[in-house]
């Protein structure tokens, strides 16, 4: 059974670092073809993708937030970590771990986290 | 602004059957495969159709997707009120190097 669970602070101020850990169950980063997200969403609008990591450590990011994230992963403990510079009021949102299966040319989310809601305020 | 462009609401009664557009360009849903997620109200979203028209395990046969060029839809055939939620397309960029996702569409069952 795949689980996934975010866990971080609730409350950050602006100019702060956020550091998001996901902890997951059922599968493995280090497994072959195995891949994984952090998603957001900000209160009342659209999801956006942050970030990826694959098995090999291969990384990718937003190209709009690059700048501002980074993305681990700790496969003997079975976590991926976020961290995010400088946050903004504007970074207000619930962030998802998302576990991604890619067969071939075709990859989709097929886990989700149950996500974790951060504001950003003074 | 999302990269991909759905119609920010769509609406059908019991029984109807309702479609979602995506509309994209040639580095996302022209080149890459386009999967749909429902995100019921307060909850986590779901994958509701893979590799433009896939059904996980689980998933009922009256949702379909499709794709065609840069555009890709959802059709729910015989809509229950259970389907009201709200849904989105996703797509890889080869441009942006990353995954996009479209607006959100809310489907409302009168």
Known sequence: QVTLKESGPALVKP?????????FSGFSLSTREMRASWIRQPPGKALEWLARIDWDDEKFYSASLKTRLTISKDTSKNQMVLTVTNVDPVDTATY?????TCRGNTCYFDYWGQGILVTVSS | QSVLTQPPSVSGTPGQRVTISCSGSSSNIGSNIVDWYQQLPG???KLLIYGNN????????RFSGSKSGTSASLAISGLQSEDEADYYCAAWDD?????VFGGGTKLTVL
């Not at chain 1, 956020?18 to 902890?23: I, P, Y």
């Not at chain 1, 998802?96 to 991604?100: G, I, K, M």
């Open chain 2, 43 to 45: 909850t986590a979203p």
């Open chain 2, 54 to 61: 896939q059904r996980p395990s689980g998933v009922p046969g």
């Open chain 1, 96 to 100: 998802f771990c998302v576990r991604q």
């Open chain 2, 95 to 99: 441009r942006l190097i990353g995954w």
């Open chain 1, 15 to 23: 100019t702060q670092t956020l550091t998001l850990t996901c902890t």
